[in-house]
């Protein structure tokens, strides 16, 4: 793997990309950018087959003009129809040859990884062994994840003909992860990583770093927020309702549709959470929710989710080790939060 890689993120309006070098583990953000993309492009997280050839196109043509030099990406996995997420318990295997086993253990128990077809790229996370109090067997804790084949190779396509060399893939989600501080904390406090995309909203439960679920959805997801805004001002003008988003809105329509927003926002961010404590094997607590991606900048979000969920809720920021001053970087109206993802892949492929 080469010392400098492009994280690309898909995205529901755009692609977020992000060069990063990584010597002896100091990671440098050398060029962010972003490509927008016609609508109905990518469509719940996942580029349409249909509309590979144009997005490579596209996108070939943008990495001349941005004069992007590195040609190794690596890419994010954002698809709610083909994510499969579970927390489990697997059978025991030495660690080489866990992940080539695994795949046989679904088969032989689909409650491994509910609803996953048979054509799904598997990984895991391990967080321990224990034994089996019962049955006396030597089993695994792990937080398995798999993706369909069919998006795999939709993005993989996409990037080999716009030039580029498909290095790797990893869940956005937890590719953010690596881009964020990460706060130290006493056993049983967990925190909460949401990111608010354009066609997902995805919560990520983590521990000092390590990932324990991830959970993605649609409904919740920052264009539900501009549908219910268009809806009340019975207009589609694009530019006015991404205005309308960051800002406190003189239109009570606006901030009735807001609130409906975040009100739903929030259930789903509370559900996900729930669902994972009373799968949790001890008592936890919640020590505080970041939101990340464009939709966090939602005029009065952050607040909505802090004053419900009564959790310290804050807009993400860049890990302060992260060289390359990232935070120079916007999109119009968007932080640079919104690039946490694209660097955070980069970050994996180059660690």
């Keep these: 793997m080469a010392d400098s890689v492009i994280g ?32 109905g492009q990518v469509v719940d997280g996942a580029p349409l087959p249909s509309a590979a050839a144009g997005i490579a196109a596209d996108l070939k043509a943008f990495l001349a003009a941005e004069k992007f030099t590195t040609r190794d990406a690596v890419m994010g996995l954002n698809s709610v129809d083909d994510i499969f997420v579970n927390r489990a318990s697997a059978p025991w295997h030495p660690p080489k040859d866990f992940h080539s086993a695994i795949g046989f253990d679904i088969i032989a128990d689909p409650s491994l990884l509910l609803g996953a077809p048979e ?73 909460v990583i949401v990111d608010v995309g354009r066609d997902a909203l995805s919560v990520l439960i983590h521990d000092n770093g390590k990932p324990y679920s991830l959970t993605l959805q649609t409904g919740a997801a920052g264009q539900e927020a501009s549908r219910t805004i268009s809806d009340a001002l019975q207009d589609d003008d694009v530019e006015l309702i991404s205005r309308e988003k960051v800002v406190f809105s003189r239109d009570y329509r606006v901030r009735r549709a807001v609130d409906d927003y975040c009100f739903t926002a929030v259930g789903a961010i509370r559900g996900a959470i729930q669902s994972y404590l009373d799968l949790r094997k001890s008592p936890a607590s919640l020590a505080g929710i970041t939101l990340i991606g464009g ?41 640079s939060a919104d690039y946490t993802v694209a660097v955070g892949l980069a970050m994996g492929a180059t660690a």
Excluded: W
């Excluded at 030039?163 to 881009?179: K, T």
């Excluded at 060289?323 to 109206?333: D, F, K, S």
């Design 8 to 39: 690309i993120d898909f995205g529901g309006s755009g692609i977020k990309l992000a060069e990063v070098r990584t010597v002896k583990g100091i990671s440098t953000v050398l060029k962010q950018a972003y490509m927008p993309l016609e609508p």
């Design 119 to 191: 054509d799904v790229v598997l990984d895991a996370v391990i967080f321990g062994e224990f034994t089996d109090q019962a049955t006396e067997k030597r089993l695994l804790d792990v937080l398995l994840c798999g993706v369909t084949s069919k998006v795999v190779n939709t993005q993989v396509e996409i990037l080999q003909k716009a030039g580029l060399n498909p290095s790797g893939a990893d869940l956005s989600g937890l590719a953010a992860l690596r881009a964020l501080p990460l706060v130290q904390r006493p056993a049983d406090n967990l925190d």
């Design 295 to 335: 939709g966090a900048l939602l005029h009065g979000l952050r607040e909505a989710i802090q004053d419900s969920l009564a959790i310290s809720t804050v807009i993400g920021k860049f890990d302060p080790s992260i060289q390359g001053n990232p935070e120079r970087y916007y999109l119009g109206p968007v932080l």
